[in-house]
């Protein structure tokens, strides 16, 4: 099984896992039924602060990455999200998915090699890739 990164915008019937909702804000346009979410982690994005700090700048993304690395790495809610990715993946895929529209430069990128090093001890690394 493996984390991956998508749009909410993408069809969920096209998509087949545990699909988590990483962003603090509701996506614009989608319905809570259509998004077919397993769980919103909300707590997971990064803070308000932050994301208006990067305004979706690609040039601040080495920035952002650091500081919301640090702000992962201080999340009281942390440890129980790394036990329900860890607990998923033994069955499923686990989706990270995500409203912003660049598909490389957004915090579900970061947030899922974050999950790989952390869970690396604790899931197969077989489990881990596509």
């Given at each position: 099984?493996?984390?991956?990164?998508?749009?909410?915008?993408?069809?969920?019937?096209?998509?087949?896992?545990?699909?988590?909702?990483?962003?603090?804000?509701?996506?614009?346009?989608?319905?809570?039924?259509?998004?077919?979410?397993?769980?919103?982690?909300k707590?997971?994005?990064?803070?308000?602060?932050?994301?208006?700090?990067?305004?979706?700048?690609?040039?601040?993304?080495?920035?952002?990455?650091?500081?919301?690395?640090?702000?992962?790495?201080?999340?009281?809610?942390?440890p129980?999200?790394?036990?329900?990715?860890?607990?998923?993946?033994?069955?499923?895929?686990?989706?990270?998915?995500?409203?912003?529209?660049?598909?490389?430069?957004n915090?579900?990128?970061?947030?899922?090699?974050?999950?790989?090093?952390?869970?690396?001890?604790?899931?197969?690394?077989?489990?881990?890739?596509?």
């Amino acid at each position: 099984m493996a984390i991956k990164c998508e749009r909410i915008y993408t069809k969920p019937a096209d998509l087949d896992g545990y699909r988590v909702l990483v962003d603090r804000l509701w996506p614009r346009g989608i319905s809570k039924v259509n998004a077919q979410l397993a769980t919103w982690e909300k707590e997971m994005g990064p803070t308000t602060d932050l994301r208006k700090w990067f305004n979706h700048d690609p040039e601040k993304f080495p920035e952002f990455k650091k500081r919301y690395v640090a702000e992962l790495e201080e999340n009281e809610a942390l440890p129980a999200f790394l036990d329900l990715v860890a607990t998923q993946l033994v069955d499923q895929d686990v989706i990270l998915l995500y409203g912003a529209k660049d598909e490389e430069h957004n915090q579900a990128v970061i947030l899922k090699d974050f999950l790989l090093e952390r869970l690396a001890d604790r899931v197969p690394a077989a489990r881990l890739t596509d």
